[in-house]
């Protein structure tokens, strides 16, 4: 029998095949077992702040408007675990004293949240601020101005 040179490439190819075949069944269970899977712990929502919320930056004059008060962290992400008392103060900055109305100046938070009615009865900027009174751990405050009866919403 007289071996050609393309039977020995062949030969060569198929031994070769076999040979890496043989190698990667003997890693891969290896290196599989060696791989550790770690899901991703949720991150604890820790409130650092109060803030205050309302649409846009103008209301109508005598038009009551709902504020909402929220226990955020660093990102803004709601800390449902908060039920804190927190107080507000409206300041005008356009007069001695505020011609605008809250609805409440002390608030429960429930799961991090509390909404408050708030109406302007005269064209002023008024300064509203939340502070923390009581509750798991203390909040810096928040502060929000309103502009009212400048431009409606």
């Known amino acids: 029998m007289k071996l050609n040179s393309i039977y020995v490439r062949k030969a060569q190819r198929i031994f070769s095949v076999v040979v890496l075949i043989v190698i990667v069944a003997t890693i891969v269970p290896r290196l599989s077992s060696e791989i550790e899977v770690q899901v991703p712990t949720p991150k604890e929502i ?27 962290d660093n990102d803004g992400t709601i800390d449902t675990s ?8 409206a300041t005008s900055l356009s007069y001695l004293t505020t011609r605008s109305e809250l609805g409440a100046t002390m608030l429960n938070l429930q799961n991090g949240t509390a909404t408050v009615s708030f109406t302007g009865h005269a ?18 405050p928040g502060m929000r101005t309103i502009h009212v009866g400048i431009g409606g919403e």
């Open 82 to 89: 908060r039920n804190d008392t927190v107080e507000l103060n």
């Open 123 to 140: 064209q002023e900027m008024v300064k509203i601020t939340a502070s923390w009174k009581s509750g798991k751990s203390e909040l810096r």
């Open 46 to 72: 820790e409130a650092t702040k109060l803030m205050i919320f309302h649409e846009g930056y103008n209301i109508e004059q005598d038009r009551t408007v709902e504020l909402t008060i929220r226990a955020v």
